[in-house]
């Protein structure tokens, strides 16, 4: 029998952050690792979804030590308060699933391009904001949500924000095949730090991420056809988040590791997933991070 969260053990006496966790992966990604006992902060954008989320958890699971923050990776400044809000303490999991797929060109607060700026830019430094705490827990965990689409293309170093000829389903993939080369180049920097640092992916979740974009063009067409292929396609968020939490709790997920569905990538337990050559370019890793943290002004001093 294949990985369940059934399997994740005792997580009593750890501290977790799970940002985009008002929905869909993130909301199950808390509510499991509540339900063994960790103390979730949920990470939320919209403040009224966030406390819905919270309700709902606290009926599925009335013994859950959690708590709502508003974050919106988006903006910079609203990244660094979310992180100095945090109590000064040791910080056990950190898990980046908040994410846009395929929307309309837009630009984030600080004028990144909304897809590069929300799956990449902000997670980057809200993880090194936090990257203090997570090495004096000893045995921290850092897990991105990348996706399979990261196989649509590479990033462009040049063209990072997708600035010259936009396309959204490009811009995407380029914003997911980033989650990979942060996490190997952050996997690369805490080699030896009692610190795991993986990547993992839900093959198809049938969730909101897929209708967002259609809805925000306007696309009625497009929306329906999403709706139709989650409901024919689409595994259950419950499904979908499977690895993630693997990733999370896993003695058998070590630093670098990319894991998501074993049946074709798309369903099943979590296991080892392939990635696209692009994405395990550790030269290609080291020159994001250089620009990522010259974009974002964070520096994760504590690793140079």
Request: net charge positive; glycine share 12%; aromatic share 6%.
């Amino acid at each position: 029998m294949g990985w369940t969260a059934r399997r994740i053990p005792d997580q009593a006496g750890r501290t977790a952050v799970v940002t985009g966790a008002n929905s869909g992966l993130g909301y199950v990604t808390a509510r499991e690792l509540a339900r063994r006992g960790a103390r979730v902060v949920l990470g939320c954008r919209n403040r009224s979804r966030g406390e819905r989320a919270m309700e709902r958890l606290l009926a599925e699971v009335p013994e859950a030590d959690a708590e709502l923050r508003r974050l919106d990776l988006a903006d910079l400044a609203g990244v660094r308060e979310f992180a100095a809000g945090l109590p000064d303490e040791p910080l056990h999991l950190l898990v980046n699933n908040a994410g846009l797929m395929a929307v309309p060109h837009s630009l984030t607060a600080d004028g990144f391009e909304m897809q590069f700026g929300a799956n990449h830019l902000g997670h980057f430094a809200l993880t090194g904001l936090l990257m203090d705490r997570l090495l004096g827990a000893g045995d921290a965990r850092v897990v991105n949500v990348s996706s399979l689409m990261h196989v649509v293309a590479n990033i462009d170093l040049h063209d990072m924000g997708s600035e010259r000829n936009y396309r959204r389903w490009t811009a995407y993939g380029r914003s997911k095949t980033a989650n990979l080369l942060f996490t190997l180049e952050l996997a690369r920097r805490t080699r030896g730090r009692g610190m795991v640092v993986a990547a993992a992916h839900p093959g198809y979740s049938a969730t909101e991420l897929q209708t967002k974009g259609p809805r925000m063009s306007g696309d009625r067409r497009g929306e329906r056809l999403m709706r139709a292929a989650n409901s024919l396609v689409g595994s259950a968020p419950e499904l979908g988040a499977a690895a993630t939490l693997y990733a999370a709790t896993s003695e058998d997920v070590g630093p670098g590791a990319f894991v998501g569905p074993r049946i074709l990538g798309l369903r099943g337990s979590p296991g080892p997933s392939w990635r696209a050559p692009w994405a395990r370019d550790p030269e290609a890793a080291r020159r994001l991070w250089q620009a990522s943290e010259e974009l974002t002004g964070v520096r994760y001093g504590a690793l140079d």
